[in-house]
């Protein structure tokens, strides 16, 4: 079975543009969550999504960082405009929930290194 | 206080030992647990889940949780080098899905297993 899908793997780019990370849920899957990794800070939730729904986005750093989720197979994480202490690695996950119970396991892509000069 | 707090380590053990990684967590509410392996380089993934107290085990693993002391364990027997790598803490408030499926993370524990 394919798990999470991200891209791309890794991104570099210059201040100020703007970056677009990808992601693909697992098939079945109702709850997408975008999540940050730096040595600093560790593992931080960004923002989450069910049923395609945001639910919780106050990880969200600024106003630069944007993400949607127009179907259930699809979520964007958008950086604009992109600046330095943005780099990290980039991770989205999904989980199996469900309405009668969920034991909330969430399961995670490969990452993208975001690295902006 | 941290939400979930994990000593950073790195913790050494020698091959064939048991390595015994420790989580407290802070929210008496928290319903799921959960432990993450992370290799260098690589995500997270998900390697044991508990939600009742007592130990479950599954293979060389056993976690242990004691809702009473706020506080979640991860055994690893006959310690193997290929089990060094960072490890993840995890607990959710809800046990139900909808708007309380989201994980806090530790900082993460690393194991370093020497040969």
């Known amino acids: 079975d394919a798990g999470v899908i991200q891209s791309p793997r890794h991104e570099v780019t210059e201040m100020g543009q703007e970056v677009t990370l990808r992601c693909k849920p697992i098939?079945?899957?109702?709850?997408l969550f975008w999540y940050r990794q730096t040595m600093m800070r560790g593992l931080e939730l960004l923002i989450y999504?069910?049923?395609?729904?945001?639910?919780?986005d106050s990880g969200m750093p600024e106003d630069r960082f944007s993400a949607k989720m127009p179907n259930a197979s699809f979520s964007t994480l958008k950086i604009q405009p992109s600046e330095p202490r943005d780099s990290a690695v980039y991770f989205c996950?999904?989980?199996?929930?469900?309405?009668?119970?969920?034991?909330?396991?969430?399961?995670f892509g490969p990452g993208t290194r975001l690295t902006v000069l | 206080q941290k939400e979930v707090e994990q000593n950073s380590g790195p913790l050494s053990v020698p091959e064939g030992a048991i390595a015994s990684l420790n989580c407290t967590y802070s929210?008496?509410?928290?319903?799921?647990f959960f432990w993450y392996r992370q290799y260098s380089g690589k995500s997270p993934e998900l390697i044991m889940s508990?939600?009742?107290?007592g130990d479950k085990e599954d293979g060389r693993f056993t976690a242990q949780l004691n809702k009473a002391s706020q506080y979640v364990s991860l055994l690893i027997r006959d310690s193997q080098p290929s089990d060094s790598a960072t490890y993840l803490c995890?607990?959710?408030?809800?046990?139900?899905?909808?708007?309380?499926?989201?994980?806090?993370f530790g900082t993460g524990t690393l194991l370093a297993v020497q040969p």
């Open positions: 996950a999904s989980s199996p929930t469900s309405g009668r119970s969920s034991y909330n396991e969430q399961f």
């Open positions: 098939s079945g899957h109702n709850s």
């Open positions: 999504f069910n049923n395609n729904v945001p639910i919780d």
């Open positions: 929210d008496r509410g928290s319903q799921s």
């Open positions: 508990i939600y009742s107290n």
């Open positions: 995890a607990v959710n408030r809800g046990r139900y899905g909808g708007a309380t499926n989201k994980l806090i």
